[in-house]
């Protein structure tokens, strides 16, 4: 649900007179997206997503989101793109906020992926990590083994008080992935949040990928890692080795794994799940009064580190190699 | 912010494959609507409203709701009409609540009124009063005279906490309303929310009226008041005398107000004022634990409420009879 800034239909009048998309028609507040402020407008040539930046977005960062989609369109992946104004500027500036029109992708999330759905999924992250091999800009991952410390240290000593230990283990884990984590295998832009909601179908075939604020420069299979942390788990939490086999096959259909990537596996997924165990106990453990969003369980996410850490090789998830 | 249902993708696609829509193309929820679920719809027809409707709502009162959209709209009303399947039925079933898919209706809510918006928004309501003359379904108004006692006791004794007095003021209010209400003024099915954010415009022309999960039969005069409150102050809580004679001119150029209607105007208006205080009231004592919505303040209606009881004849408006 991410409504944070209302716009005026006076102000957004004027903002649509800014582009060469015909008139206003209608908007709506959609509920999508946890970062900004997202409206679906209508205007005389169809529907556009109308994203307002708010706080949590650093502006900074705003070039490289925007251009690394117009980019990776521009190489033929499916994504939303952003509209440019009269000026020829995608940025522009609404209620007091950043803001960019942005196009309308159709396609659906799967609540319940399928091993087809994980293939494709594979599929289209090599494409992704392929086409943005030559995009000129860079930003660098806030959220990887280095930023995690930190994020731990703003919990506080309460993560006891999510489960008994878990303190401990999380201070084992850091140590563990600082001393351990692979320096030199390949990278690039990596989309850094693939979790179902950010991968559209239509008719069981993939249709797009979208939500880019997380990307960044980082290990290309630690991208891989995320995604195998995201979809090869079914709901009861247990590992399901048919579909990482999908996802892996997918992938490698357009861009094959160095040996060393693939022995990272196990390692970069674990790290993966320490990653979204850490937002997810921050989270959880600060909810804001007045929160709109409930925070997610970070118990799954305890119980993924736990299987990755049981995890010898990559042979352990039914891969050969 | 309203998606209170989550609706899978699945069940989706099988519930659209039961119309003559074409396929389902994406589905976002919107924030709209305080009773309902909403989402928008983009198929290969274009874009409609999928409304889930929740326990708020009655759900014997959904014909009434459903029939009498498609009754206005048959008599050249623009407002959102609801989609048969291809049973011929308005009404189906989605996520374990009774569901209907609507037509869009273009335009956008004003934010500030202006006088030729408050004389379009007569004429509007004018139209629709006459359009549901014939219309041969009837819902009582549970929020009329007869409801407000029963409400105000659901309050408790809590309304001093708003402000010092307010219970005794309410409690005189609500003697005053029983027993001057009037009994014999021109009836007729009536809107009964019509606030700004229900009336769409585009490009300051009035688009279309929505939202009808308020209407019922009552006094037609008694939806003019309600009107009176929501579009004739400002945003300092004055009142504008020339927004209530743009409103009147344009009812009036489609419907002839009775004598006794005009006289009834501060009654009624009174009256309205004491509805919307008393709801207001009832949700700012009774914030659900983890609500998505922060009530309005009841407030704004105690001072509407006042000042209507200072008027002592509709002259006082600033109206010619």
Chains 1, 2 share one sequence.
Not at 84 to 99: F, I, M, Q, T, V
Request: with cysteine; proline share 4%; hydrophobic share 40%.
């Amino acid at each position: 649900m991410a409504v944070y800034t209302e716009v005026s239909d006076e102000e957004l009048n004027e903002f649509v007179d800014g582009y060469d998309i015909g008139a206003l028609l209608s908007y709506k507040g959609i509920a999508e997206g946890v970062e900004n402020s997202n409206y679906l407008i209508h205007t005389e040539n169809g529907n556009f997503i109308l994203t307002l930046y708010e706080k949590r977005v650093d502006s900074n960062d705003l070039p490289f989101f925007l251009g690394l989609k117009e980019h990776l369109a521009s190489k033929g992946l499916n994504c939303p793109v952003p509209i440019k104004n009269r000026d020829g500027k995608s940025l522009g500036h609404l209620a007091g906020r950043p803001a960019a029109i942005i196009s309308f992708l159709d396609g659906m999330w799967v609540r319940r992926p399928n091993v087809t759905h994980c293939e494709q999924l594979g599929v289209a992250l090599a494409q992704m990590h392929e086409a943005g091999q030559d995009f000129e800009l860079s930003r660098s991952n806030a959220l990887s083994v280095s930023g995690w410390r930190p994020l731990f240290a703003m919990c506080g000593d309460r993560a006891d008080s999510v489960q008994a230990g878990l303190h401990a283990e999380i201070e084992n884990e850091l140590d563990f992935m600082e001393s351990n984590w692979p320096a030199s295998l390949p990278t690039g832009v990596i989309h850094a949040d693939l979790f179902p909601d950010n991968v559209f179908f239509l008719r069981n075939e993939l249709s797009g990928l979208i939500d880019f604020y997380f990307a960044c420069n980082d290990l290309l299979a630690y991208d891989i890692a995320i995604c195998i942390n995201a979809w090869c788990f079914e709901a009861d939490d247990m590992f399901n080795v048919t579909k990482i086999r999908a996802l892996l096959k997918g992938y490698q259909s357009v861009r094959q794994l160095e040996g060393a990537e693939l022995a990272a596996l196990p390692l970069l997924s674990r790290g993966a799940a320490l990653r979204f165990l850490l937002t997810r106990l921050y989270d959880w453990l600060n909810i804001p009064e007045g929160a709109l969003v409930m925070p997610k369980d970070p118990g799954e996410y305890i119980k993924k580190l736990r299987f990755h850490r049981s995890i010898r090789s990559v042979a352990d998830y039914g891969i050969q190699t």
